[in-house]
């Protein structure tokens, strides 16, 4: 009995060695975010690999942890390097990190990337003067902005998320609708970019023409 445990014993080893050596992919590295008008960039370097092809996770939180388990994952299987998350709130900092993983697993996190949205300050004043035919707006400067977007709803909801852009990077602080309907209600907010990120909306006005 005591020759065959010794036998035994060497072979168990050899197989728990060969199955630890044999797990998932590296992190990702470099991991890079940008802030946009309403949107953060991510880009990463790939992940090398000579079996099979790599995708990737990406993790969002708002608080910094460094650790995958305080984020939430937003995209899942992706097989670019790149990835833009619309699902973003202005004025609000995020924290990110990506992960890569193959059929034997998923790697850990990269480095976490912080980016703020929306950190430039909010047009003031935002008056609407009914026109025949058109709506003239005005509104204060912002000593950062480099232009300005309006934005038109046909209902009052207080956020440039329930309302279409009808201007885009106007250099003045005034604009003057004349793609208009008469007696039709219209509910305006203006917001402020430096060419990199886009503050939060103006005060909401409504004007009828």
């Given at each position: ?17 060969v199955a630890c050596g044999d797990g998932g ?137 329930g309302k279409t852009r009808i201007g885009t ?41």
């Amino acid at each position: 009995m005591m020759k065959i445990l010794r036998m035994m014993i060497p072979l168990l080893v050899l197989v728990v060695t060969v199955a630890c050596g044999d797990g998932g992919p590296d992190a990702p590295k470099n991991l890079a975010a940008v802030a946009g008008a309403s949107t953060v960039t991510l880009s990463w370097d790939s992940v090398e690999s000579d079996t099979e092809s790599i995708k990737y996770n990406v993790y969002r939180g708002t608080t910094a942890s460094g650790y995958l388990s305080s984020k939430t994952k937003v995209a899942a299987s992706l097989t670019d390097t790149t990835y833009s998350d619309t699902l973003v709130t202005t004025n609000t900092t995020y924290y990110y990190q990506v992960t890569a993983e193959n059929s034997k697993g998923e790697s850990g996190g990269s480095n976490e990337a912080k980016v703020t949205v929306g950190t430039i300050a909010a047009p003031t004043n935002l008056i609407g003067t009914a026109g025949i035919g058109q709506v003239k707006l005005s509104w204060d400067a912002v000593l950062e902005a480099t232009g300005y977007h309006v934005y038109r709803g046909t209902t009052p909801s207080g956020s440039v998320s329930g309302k279409t852009r009808i201007g885009t990077n106007i250099s003045l602080i005034s604009y003057t609708d004349a793609m208009v309907t008469a007696g039709v209600a219209y509910y305006y907010q203006v917001t402020a970019t430096d060419g990199t990120v886009e503050s939060g909306g103006s005060n909401e006005v409504a004007v009828t023409p």
